[in-house]
């Protein structure tokens, strides 16, 4: 209950972190020349989303080893990982919110693609296939994006969420860690487009703007039922 009340109160803080998030994905996106292999790997996703939804193992896959990333870095003893073609488990020595939470605001296969990368170019000079990467980083943001809502938002109420502290809750802490790891996905692509200083200033103008809209719309309403009823 304690949760639930809390993320009412910031409901504001996380529309507008939403809001400014998804502004410098547009803006990004209309800078086409910059964007290209970014925004074409994101969009060519969705012809495929069906056919991997079908072949969920891929899906299942990162979703618990991302409980298990979350944990390692926690330092919490991982036991054991199954993974089924329509589910899987992870064994740990104990949990925390976001460790059940990983999977719905970590976008596994790209955090692999970024290493991978890290890794090939200690060796060789891969910089003119960067483009790759990048292209493969959208793919897998989308991939991330797109099966997180669909878990979430049609199918029954994951154990995850209801462990981590109900919907209203989960839904509001994935929604505020999805938009500040995207974020930083596009920041670390594109260092000079992405402006985190206007980012947070603005977060902090949109959350002043949406309470002072709820405020006169509650102070209309009440003064408005106050001259009916009285």
Sequence with gaps: MIKT?????????????????????INLIREIKISLPFTAGFFAYAPFHKYM?????????SHELSHALAAFFQGVKVRKIAVRKRSGYVSLSRINTIIILSPYFLPFYVLVIGLLYILLSLFWKISPYEWLFVLLSGFFTSFHIANTMEIIFTGPLQKDIQKAGGRVFS?????????????????????????????????????????RFAWNLVTYLYNTAKIYIG
């Design 171 to 211: 839904i509001s802490l994935i929604t505020i860690l999805n938009c500040f790891v995207i974020l930083a996905i596009l920041k670390i692509i594109y260092p000079d487009f992405v402006l985190l200083k206007p980012y947070f200033l603005q977060i902090k103008t949109t959350s002043v703007r949406i309470i």
């Design 5 to 25: 009340f809390l993320s009412i109160i910031f409901f504001p803080f996380i529309c507008a972190i939403f809001w400014e998030t998804f502004r410098v994905f």
């Design 53 to 61: 939804s079908n072949n969920s193992r891929v899906y299942v896959l």
